[in-house]
Structures are given as C-alpha cells and as structure tokens.
C-alpha cells in the first residue's frame, strides 16, 4: 500500500524557518513526480510546489516561491520542505501528495503554525 507520512511541522515565529520531510513507501518513489499542498484553517486545499521524479525539475505556487525550497532523496523515498521566511499567512496543516497510476495519494499532514 503507498504510505505518505509527512514531519517536522510546529510553531515558529514569523520570519522563522521550518524544514517539513515526508517518508513514502509502497510505491518505486524515484519514478514519480511529488508535490506538497496545504490547508489552512477555514480554506480548501492550496498547491505549494512539485519536483519531478529525478528532482530536477521544480514549481511552486506564486505565494511562496522565493521562500520554499522542494527536494527529495530517491535513495531514502523522502520528500523534504525547507521553508523560510515564513509569514503569518503560511500557517497550515501541510500535505504530501503522489500521484501514482492516475490515482492522488495524500499522507498525514503536519501542521505549521506562524504566529509570535
């Protein structure tokens, strides 16, 4: 079964730093694209970024490119997060998504909250 297990969420003051990890199995991690979404409080669902299965290949939401940083170690199946210079408005449980034979995997999510 493809298990997405997402850590490393926790409150931070703004500016702060985070690093968000998600640990796959079930699946061959290395041949899939990965993205990370998230939802804040009282809102649906928000696309944060994506890297291609290799890692070469990143994107990200106009909200916190610049600030996010995706990447991913095929070796370990893990997908990491490295956010900076967060702000109030990151605040949000934080998702893992694959998409493995046209079908959405979400994992657990891990919740970050920004506020001094």
């Known amino acids: 079964d493809v298990q997405l297990q997402a850590s490393g969420g926790g409150l931070v003051q703004p500016g702060g730093s985070l690093r968000l990890s998600c640990a796959a199995s079930?699946?061959?991690?290395?041949?899939?694209?990965m993205s990370w979404l998230r939802q804040a409080p009282g809102k649906g669902s928000e696309w944060v970024s994506t890297?291609?299965?290799?890692?070469?290949?990143?994107y990200y939401a106009d909200s916190v490119q610049g600030r996010f940083t995706i990447s991913r170690d095929n070796a370990r199946s893990t997908l990491y997060l490295q956010m900076d210079t967060l702000k109030p408005e990151d605040t949000a449980v934080y998702y893992c998504?694959?998409?493995?034979?046209?079908?959405?995997?979400w994992g657990q999510g891990t919740l970050v909250t920004v506020s001094s």
């Open positions: 998504k694959a998409n493995v034979d046209s079908r959405d995997y």
């Open positions: 079930g699946f061959a991690f290395g041949d899939y694209d």
């Open positions: 890297i291609n299965s290799r890692g070469y290949t990143t």
